[in-house]
Structure formats: C-alpha cells, structure tokens
C-alpha cells in the first residue's frame, strides 16, 4: 500500500521570500515520488520527480525537493517565490517499476502575494 | 496544440442521465489513463490502457463506469444513469511507455454536474 500525506492545505508566502511544501510518504516498497502543479484552468503538470538516484531533484521554475528516506518525507522547496508560482501542488507516490498507478495527496494551495 | 485534449470540457446533466467523455491524446504515447478529482481532494486513478488493451480497471468506481479505447488511440469514459455523487472533474492523461513511472501529461478536464 502507498500513500502521501501533505501536511498543509494552504501556504501563504510573499513575493521573492522561499517556498516550502511539505510532503511525508508511506510505501511498503521503494517509491517513486513527485510533485506535480496545477494552475487555474490548466491540466496537472510535472515538476519533478524522484526515482531512486539523486535524493536532491531539480525541477522546473526553480523548485527542488529532497528524499528523505529516514524522514519519509519529500519536501518541495524554492528559495524565492513568484507571482506565477499561485498553483495548487501536489505530492504523488508510485511503485518504482511497473505501470503508472499514481497516488495523489489532498494538495497545498500555494498563495503569493506581492 | 499537440497536448491531451478532453470534450466537453464541462457537462450538466440530470440525475439518472448517462454521460460520456471523449479524451484525445499526445499521438505517440501508447498508455491512456483516467483519473477523478472531487473539490478538495487530489486525482484518484481509474483506470487504464496500453494500446487498446485495458490493464487495470478495478478502481472504477461501479459498474456505471465504463471505458473503452477501441483503436489504442482517443478513449471514452461513460457513466451510466448519473448519480449526484458522480459529480467532479474527469481528468485524462497519457504517456509513453519506455518513460519512467509517473511521468504522465494531463488534459485539462471534463468537469461534470449532475443535477
């Protein structure tokens, strides 16, 4: 069984100070993980993923998180917010290998303000 | 736009009513999903498809819920006789299958209410 669990339903940061998403995971094999972002109107999109090599991932516009395998936790961070980072994120858990059986969290709304 | 395209992209029927949805994807991927997305929680998977084979379809959510993909390449999700609780956001996405796991892209949704 695998499941995500984001600690935070909304974040609220102001522009150009960091961004921390917090993400723990439970999976009863090694996982892969991801975050994926979602802005208004538009479909789910990739951000970065975790599958098993660099426990640091860079992602797209800035964001990286970090496995922790001791922590069961995969936080997404940035070090500087902007305006176009308003999104809902989400955090996502899949079995390493095999078909692509996502497991959703409950998503963090993601608010900057200027 | 090459990306994974979804029809209607909102529906309001009645109760009782069947409704289905059309999802189009990225031409070269092989593998079809379909995922649910009810307010304030994320996607819930569905089901899927390697070409025009189904491969899991367990978690569809009754027997009211049907998919096909009879070419291996658009795909339709049917809900037979609509029920209030059927109401949410039917999200398609594809991929190919030599990625890695998770690498999936989304459609931008069929946003369903049932009256």
């Known amino acids: 069984a695998q499941s995500v669990t984001q600690l935070d339903s909304h974040v609220s940061v102001s522009e150009g100070t960091p961004v921390l998403l917090r993400c723990n995971y439970s999976s009863s094999y090694s996982p892969s993980l991801f975050w994926y972002v979602q802005h208004p109107n538009k479909g789910l999109q990739l951000l970065l993923k975790y599958t098993s090599a660099a426990t640091l991932v860079k992602g797209i516009n800035g964001f990286e998180a970090e496995f922790k395998k001791s922590e069961t936790s995969f936080h997404l961070t940035k070090p500087s917010a902007h305006m176009s980072d308003a999104a809902e994120y989400f955090c996502?858990?899949?079995?390493?290998?095999?078909?692509?059986?996502?497991?959703f969290g409950k998503g963090t709304m993601l608010l900057v303000s200027p | 736009d090459t990306g994974v395209s979804q029809d209607p992209r909102h529906k309001i029927t009645k109760r009782g009513q069947n409704v289905t949805f059309r999802c189009d994807p990225i031409s070269e991927h092989n593998r079809l999903y379909w995922y649910r997305q009810t307010l304030g929680q994320g996607p819930e998977f569905l089901t899927y498809f390697q070409n025009e084979a189904q491969l899991e379809k367990s978690r569809l959510l009754s027997d009211r819920f049907s998919a096909e993909r009879p070419k291996g390449s658009f795909s339709t999700l049917e809900i037979q006789r609509t029920e209030q609780g059927d109401s949410a956001m039917y999200l398609c996405?594809?991929?190919?299958?030599?990625?890695?796991?998770?690498?999936?892209?989304f459609g931008e949704g069929s946003r369903l209410t049932v009256l």
């Open positions: 996405a594809s991929s190919f299958s030599r990625a890695g796991a998770g690498e999936l892209f």
């Open positions: 996502v858990v899949s079995p390493l290998s095999g078909y692509s059986t996502l497991t």
